[in-house]
Structure formats: structure tokens, C-alpha cells
């Protein structure tokens, strides 16, 4: 079974991530999902089933429906680590693809700033009382990037080559978090969060919406012509990282993520098949490690391809043309979905100063380190 | 023959040069450094530390009892040996009993561990002191006081030093004292208090056991004499007719302050370890009265030098800043971490008490993994509930970690996180302890400890912690 070309995504919004301190949890729902409304040509009540993804807010799907007022139709909240927005794609598609649904709505939202914490919470109600205190998202990323710099003989430089890369492409973004040129030497001499990360090695804590309004692939035509079809998606949970005989140097999800997708779109050599991408890269070393966990490099050899130019606007291989999680932001729930969005703004031609040269194939990527989605979309 | 059977000991690796204290408020300096503990230690830490070193060699099996000495308990109401005895994995029938509110306590504890084994009711038993007690910034007790423990395990076998007898009196004075509701030691004025406290009990209950056992002073090898401060003691010696230079035991104070309750067991131990098989020793200890004892060390005393006792505990050090000490023992309201309090519940504590406090891991049957914690599902070949409970080392070397300064926690400003790989199987990480910016490495040689976590929950929540080994 593959859902290769059975689904299209026929319309998207996406709210300006950052420190949204204007805006509530359902002021930034409503801003994405009217874009995406607006975008698709529909109105609310074509909407015949609803996915939320939010990883922090608990509010079950009455979190979705009650600020756009969706009566009586299936809404549902997904919870999936960093993978939240990844999976309530996914969810929304298997709506369409059972034949269940025509029409169906995926929104992914997080609410970070209200708080007044730093990092992410540590999810208090759920955590072990001595075993899971203390651990920090950037501490655990950490412990896999010291063990990779010592396996691998680098050092911090390449891991700032991609924040460096992802602060300029953020910067040509008017929705990205911040709008700011980095330099290798401002990376390396930031003040440290979690040995090897400094701050600028961290993606940014922010506020965030991002929508998309899903149909049968073949009706997709009759809402637009530059529809965008999902080729294939792929969903992994790995606890390897817990077994005492991991080794510390990659993401096992990721892998199994990728493998899923890429056996459904027909992909075998992603760095060839594949135009751009939109990568998990919640810290910069993250984005090495995806570069080997999707494919696109040997383990080990992935930091070249930043220290080469590949993955840059002009490269082979563009990756984080919106700023990724780093620059554009990390609201949670949200970031899934927002990469579909700027995979869909690169298909139209409509990116702007970061448009990358007539791309088709695409790959999102979200990690939560033990849970990976990983979507390929094309264009028709 | 009922006697001591081994002994250990713990001080803390941090030291504070007493000049520091001195230097920052003003005031005479005393003589030497003291031993302080680390932000997440405390008397129960530290006396788990200390019978976990008395224990290289025994079988915990054999011990039919833990007897936890000392004035500094973390809580008022919640006993606190009973935890000793799950660290120790020691039957539900074993004895658990605190012993509190007078430095004597450590030496009460120990008569009752003797008169318990005596009538026949025990075999073993497990007594421990330890003490963390807090003297008033810029107060002579902040520079006297250290911490520490020590632990001595008394039994009818194998004794290392046989207990001759002792004498023991009681006295009501209120000489030093600390209320429910007072975080500092506090003091009647000096003359009086040594005078009628300390020396009157000590002369009193001294006489009274050379008397019981008809010996005569020069009979002892060494004399342990827990003491409030370095001259009292000599003073006592001369009035017995005692040779100081030849038989007083080194009081510590100096080195690592007075330890409290511990005091006189720390003596002891240092003691033991210079001790030859026919020597004689004499201890005594103060507190609201005088316990004091004659032990005559036997020929088994050469098989139980294998730990770290007083000796190595006193070389493996590390120099702490007074600002430092301060942060640690929160004598200052600090920041917060802007993070969430920590949560906790003692159901689940209670219900993986033994995998968590014993540390236990799974062995699968099948595929011999070894896991931590426990794992129903073998990681490895899936087996299900096909494992044998095993003990795990408690020595291994850093996989990985990290230097989390988002992580701190008021104490400290960061936390360094492990991944360790346990010798003869098994990965644990819990946070490391005792170790400074820079020092955490991969295939760094590491130790657990056994330590305070945090408060979440209103209470205490122990687990163990990574240390860089102790030489």
C-alpha cells in the first residue's frame, strides 16, 4: 500500500513565528486557519474532519474546533514529541485516502512564550520523579553531538556553518522568528546552553499556527491548478535510543521515517531525487545528523556537505530555505506543518528573495529524537 | 566475643580554607581547612557513603540491622535508616533505627547495637553517624564545624576489634543545643559549658571504665576522645595521667572540623587503620553524658584495610570557594532557574524502590542484556519477562554527557549529564556530581553516589548520582 498521489494539499497559512505576546493560543488557530481557507477558496464548513497538533497544550481537538466554531464534525488532538505536526499530516491523510472524508483540515499550533520559562517544559505530570528530572531538550541533543564530535574527529565549526546558513535564509523571511546575519565567530564565542551547543547552536523557543486544508487528489484540480500531492509519508518511533547499546551518533527514527517515505515515493537516491528540504534542526548539529539519517550523506560525512555549499539557496541540495527551527522558530506543535508551507510557497514561485530554482520534489523532516515524520509532496 | 568487624568512613571531597570564611566577614582565623558537603549531600548521603565503604567486603545478607546515628536528619518525622537498609538491599525482618539529638547518639547507637548482639538477637548490625551541622555565618562554630561519617559494623564473628566493655552515663545540661525551629548550633558561654559539660562527663565516665575494667592509663595503645575543640581533650589526658604525644588520637579538626556525631567513629577509624593486632584503645564521647569504651584489636584487623576509611577520603580533595559554600547551603535567597519545580510522587517512588535504591537492572534470560531500569521487553531480542534481577556495579566510565547550563538549578549553575556505561554491563545517567566545568570527558573513570535529587513534592527524593572516581 502506498499513499503515493492519493492526497493533495489544496491550500496553507502559517502565522509569523517569535514571541507572539499579542496573540493567544486561538488568535494564532484562527490566523492560520483563515489563510488557509482563504488560500483553498473554502470556508469553514467545508471542513468535514480536523487534526490538531500540539504537543504542550492538552486541550484535546475542542482546542481546534472551538475557536473556528467546527460543529459536529471528528476533531482530533495528535501528541507526538516534535513529530506533532508531521503526524497530524499524516492523520489528515489517511482521512482522505480511507475515502472517508473529501475535505479535512490539519493545524498545528504551540503557545511557548506565555510562560516565562526558558527551554521547553519538562512535561511535570508525566516525568519520571528521579530518573527524567532536569533533562533539558539541548542537553539531550548534546550528549549525542559530544559522543559524534569525539566518533568523527570535528569541531564546532561546521555545526556553526548551519546556523550561519540558516540565520541568512531566515533573514530574507518576513514570518521567520528572527532577522539576523550570524558569523561563525558569533556562533563559537555565544555564551553555552548545553557543551557543544552555545545559543546560537539552540533554535529559537517561539509562538506559532500553521495550517493546511487537505482533499482527494482528484479534486485537487478544481480548487487550483498548482496543488501540491503528497508522494509519501513516513512515521518512526525508536527506542533504540534507550537500549544501553546505542551509540550515540544519529537518529534511528529518523532513518526508519525516511525509509517509510521514500519506499512510498519511489525515491533511491534521495540527494539526486530530491529538490529541497525542510529539516528537523532543532540544534545546528541536529541538521548534520539529518543530512546521514535521511540519506543525503554517510554517517560521519553529513557535515561536509554544509563545510561544501551544498545545502545552501544556490547549492545542489537546498535545505531550511525558510530558516528552519533555528531562525524561523520552534513552536512545537507548529513546525511540521509550517515546513509543508514553505515547500508549498517554493512550488508556486512565490518565495520570494529565498525562491530556489524550479523545484518539484520536496522532503519535511521532524524529529523528537525518539519519533521521526518524514513527508515527501510534489508538485502535480 | 562481640566486637567491631569493619569499618569505613566518607568526607566529602569539597574543602573550605577556614581563611576564606575568616577573610569574608572579618575575624580570627582558626587553624586548617573543613570538609563541607555538596549541595545535594546530607547526613543520610553521607552515612550511605560511609557504609557502603564498611561494607567492601561483608555480604550485606549477614547484616541483621542498620543503626543511623546523627543530630542533622533531614526530616523530623520519617525514619531515615529504613532507607539505608533498601540502598543495602537488607531483608524486611532487619532492624532500622535512628539514633538522634546528641552527638552521643553515635555511641548510644553502638551500645545498643552490642547489648542487641549480646542477648543473642542479632548477628550483625550496621551502625553509622554522620553529621552536616551549621554554625552561624561568620561565627567560630561556621569555621569549626565540618561533615562527615563513618560507619562501623559490630558482630560476634570475624571481630576486628573486640569491645572489653564500656561505662556510660547520663547528664542534664544545657550546654549546646538547636530547637526544632533553629538552623544554627548554639551555645552556652565556653568556661562553663567545657568545663561542667564536656570535661566533668568525660572524667566522670573514663574513671568509671578503667575502674570497671581495673586498667591502668599506659594499658592503651591509642585514646579517642571526641572533642568540642582542640585543647579540651589534652587537658583531659594530662588529668588521667594520659601521654598525649604518644597516645591521643588526632581529633580531625584541623583537616575536616568537627564532624559532630561522627566525630568519634571518624577517630575511631583513623585509629583502626594504624592499629596492630594486641593493641588497646580507648574511646570516648560526649553529649549530654559520656559513653566510654575499651577495644582490644585482634589479629583480624589486617584483612579489613581494603577501603577508603579516613585515609584516602582525607587525600582526595578539592578546594571550594566561600561564596560557593554559601550558595550550597542556601544562607542565601538565589534566583530561580526559570524552569518548572520538579515533580514528584512518592507512589512511584515507593513501588521502584528496590530497582531504583538497590540498583537493580534486568538480565535478559535469553540474550544476556543487561538493562537499567529494569526492562520487561528485552531491548535486544524482545524476550518478554524472561530476566534475572541483577545488581549492578556501581563503577563504569563516561559514554557520553554534557554541560547543561539551562539545567541549574540555584545550587549550581549547571548540570553535567552522563551517560555511563556500568563495568560488567549496563548504562545508567543519572546527573553527575562533584564535577567542575571541564572535568567531564568520554572514558572518563566514574563512581556512583548515592544523593539528594531535588525537593519536588515537598520531601526528599534520593537517587544516584555520577562523581568522578575518588582516588
Not at chain 1, 555565544?190 to 482533499?215: E, H, N, R
Not at chain 2, 525482618?93 to 539514633?99: I, S
Request: glycine residues 10%; neutral net charge.
Amino acid at each position: 500500500m502506498s499513499i503515493k498521489d492519493k492526497v493533495a494539499i489544496i491550500g496553507m497559512g502559517c502565522t509569523k513565528f517569535g514571541e507572539n505576546w499579542e496573540m493567544s493560543l486561538n488568535d494564532m488557530i484562527i490566523e492560520a486557519a483563515y489563510e488557509a481557507f482563504q488560500d483553498a477558496g473554502i470556508g469553514s464548513k467545508d471542513i468535514q474532519a480536523a487534526w490538531l497538533g500540539t504537543q504542550q497544550y492538552g486541550g484535546a481537538g475542542m482546542a481546534l474546533a472551538d475557536p473556528l466554531k467546527l460543529h459536529e464534525i471528528p476533531v482530533t488532538r495528535v501528541e507526538n514529541f516534535c513529530a506533532t505536526g508531521s503526524d497530524a499530516i499524516r492523520n489528515a491523510c489517511f482521512g482522505i485516502a480511507s475515502g472517508m472524508y473529501d475535505i479535512v483540515l490539519a493545524l498545528g499550533v504551540e503557545k511557548l512564550k506565555d510562560w516565562g520559562l526558558r527551554g521547553l517544559p519538562e512535561n511535570p505530570g508525566t516525568a519520571h520523579p528521579v530518573l527524567d528530572q532536569g533533562v533539558t531538550g539541548p542537553g539531550q541533543f548534546a550528549l549525542s553531538a559530544v559522543r559524534y564530535m569525539h566518533t568523527f574527529k570535528i569541531d564546532r565549526t561546521p555545526m556553526a556553518q548551519i546556523a550561519v546558513k540558516n540565520h541568512h535564509n531566515g533573514n530574507l523571511n518576513p514570518k521567520a522568528h528572527f532577522h539576523r546575519e550570524l558569523t561563525v565567530e558569533q556562533v563559537l564565542n555565544a555564551p553555552m546552553i548545553a557543551w557543544p551547543f552555545g545559543l546560537f547552536d539552540c533554535c529559537t523557543v517561539a509562538d506559532g499556527a500553521s495550517a493546511a486544508i487537505l482533499c482527494r487528489a482528484d479534486m485537487a484540480k478544481s480548487f487550483r491548478k498548482d496543488y501540491m500531492l503528497i508522494k509519501g509519508i513516513g512515521l518512526s518511533a525508536s527506542p533504540e535510543n534507550r537500549s544501553p547499546h546505542f551509540d550515540y551518533l544519529g537518529f534511528p527514527a529518523t532513518v526508519g521515517a525516511a525509509r517509510q517515505a521514500y519506499k512510498q515515493a519511489g525515491i533511491k537516491n534521495p540527494l539526486e531525487e530530491i529538490d529541497c528540504a525542510e529539516v528537523h534542526d532543532c540544534f545546528s548539529w541536529t541538521e548534520i545528523s539529518n543530512y546521514e539519517d535521511l540519506g543525503f550523506a554517510e554517517k560521519g560525512k553529513g557535515w561536509r556537505l554544509i563545510m561544501d555549499g551544498v545545502t545552501t539557496l544556490q547549492g545542489k541540495l537546498p535545505v531550511n530555505m525558510d530558516g528552519g527551527l533555528k531562525c524561523f522558530g520552534h513552536p512545537v506543535g507548529a513546525s511540521g506543518i509550517r515546513m509543508h508551507y514553505e515547500l508549498w510557497k517554493q512550488f508556486q514561485g512565490k518565495a520570494g528573495p529565498r525562491q530556489i530554482k524550479d523545484p518539484h520534489i520536496g522532503l519535511t523532516h521532524t524529529l523528537g529524537a525518539v519519533v521521526s515524520g518524514v513527508t515527501i509532496v510534489g508538485t502535480p | 566475643m562481640v566486637g567491631i568487624t569493619s569499618y569505613g568512613a566518607y568526607i566529602p571531597v569539597y574543602r573550605l580554607d577556614r581563611a576564606l570564611a575568616a577573610r569574608t566577614w572579618g575575624g580570627p582565623p582558626m587553624m586548617g581547612e573543613k570538609a563541607t558537603g555538596y549541595w545535594d549531600e546530607d547526613s543520610v548521603t553521607m552515612a550511605t557513603e560511609a557504609v557502603l565503604d564498611c561494607l567492601s567486603s561483608t555480604a550485606p545478607e549477614e547484616v541483621d540491622g542498620v543503626f543511623l546515628a546523627s543530630t542533622t536528619l533531614p526530616y523530623k518525622e520519617k525514619q531515615m535508616s529504613s532507607l539505608i537498609a533498601t540502598v543495602l538491599d537488607l531483608p524486611r525482618t532487619a532492624r532500622a533505627a535512628d539514633f538522634a539529638n546528641s552527638l552521643r547518639c553515635a555511641t548510644t547507637a553502638m551500645k545498643s547495637a552490642l547489648d542487641a548482639i549480646e542477648a543473642g538477637a542479632a548477628r550483625k548490625i550496621m551502625v553509622t553517624a554522620a553529621d552536616c551541622r551549621l554554625g552561624a555565618p561568620q561565627s567560630m562554630r561556621e569555621q569549626l564545624f565540618g561533615d562527615g561519617a563513618a560507619a562501623l559494623l559490630i558482630g560476634n564473628s570475624e571481630v576486628a576489634a573486640s569491645i572489653e566493655g564500656y561505662y556510660s552515663i547520663n547528664d542534664e545540661i544545657t550546654d549546646v543545643w538547636r530547637r526544632d525551629e533553629d538552623t544554627f548550633v548554639e551555645g552556652a558561654e565556653d568556661r562553663w559549658a567545657v568545663t561542667y559539660g564536656y570535661m566533668k562527663n568525660m572524667q566522670e565516665a573514663i574513671a568509671g571504665l578503667l575502674r570497671k575494667l581495673k586498667l591502668a592509663p599506659t594499658a592503651f595503645s591509642k585514646v579517642v576522645l571526641a572533642a568540642p575543640d582542640a585543647r579540651s581533650p589534652l587537658d583531659l589526658m594530662k588529668s588521667f595521667g594520659f601521654d598525649p604525644k604518644t597516645q591521643a588520637q588526632d581529633t580531625l579538626v584541623n583537616t575536616v572540623g568537627s564532624t559532630g556525631s561522627a566525630q568519634a567513629f571518624l577517630m575511631l577509624v583513623a585509629a583502626l587503620e594504624e592499629a596492630k593486632p594486641g593493641d588497646r584503645i580507648l574511646l570516648a564521647n560526649y553529649g549530654n553524658g559520656c559513653d566510654a569504651f575499651s577495644l582490644l584489636v585482634t589479629d583480624q584487623i589486617a584483612k579489613i584495610r581494603e577501603r577508603r576509611g579516613v585515609k584516602v577520603h582525607l587525600k582526595s580533595k578539592k578546594a571550594v570557594s566561600y561564596e560557593r559554600y554559601i550558595r550550597w547551603k542556601s544562607f542565601l535567597p538565589l534566583e530561580s532557574a526559570h524552569r518548572q519545580v520538579p515533580f514528584s510522587s512518592p507512589v512511584v517512588l515507593w513501588r521502584e524502590a528496590r530497582g531504583l535504591f538497590t540498583l537493580s537492572g534486568s538480565k535478559c534470560k535469553r540474550c544476556s542484556l543487561i538493562d537499567y531500569p529494569i526492562q520487561r521487553v528485552c531491548h535486544q531480542c524482545g524476550s518478554k519477562d524472561e530476566y534475572d534481577e541483577i545488581k549492578l556495579s556501581r563503577k563504569g566510565k563516561l559514554f557520553t554527557y554534557t554541560e547543561d547550563y539551562l539545567s541549574g538549578r540555584g545550587a549550581e549553575q549547571f548540570v553535567v549529564f552522563p551517560v555511563v556505561d556500568l563495568e560488567g554491563g549496563g548504562r545508567i545517567k543519572g546527573h553527575m556530581t562533584e564535577c567542575e566545568p571541564g572535568e567531564a570527558r568520554i572514558d572518563l573513570p566514574v563512581e556512583l553516589a548515592f544523593r539528594k535529587m531535588h525537593e519536588g513534592g515537598g520531601f526528599n527524593n534520593y537517587f544516584w548520582k555520577t562523581r568522578p572516581r575518588r582516588a
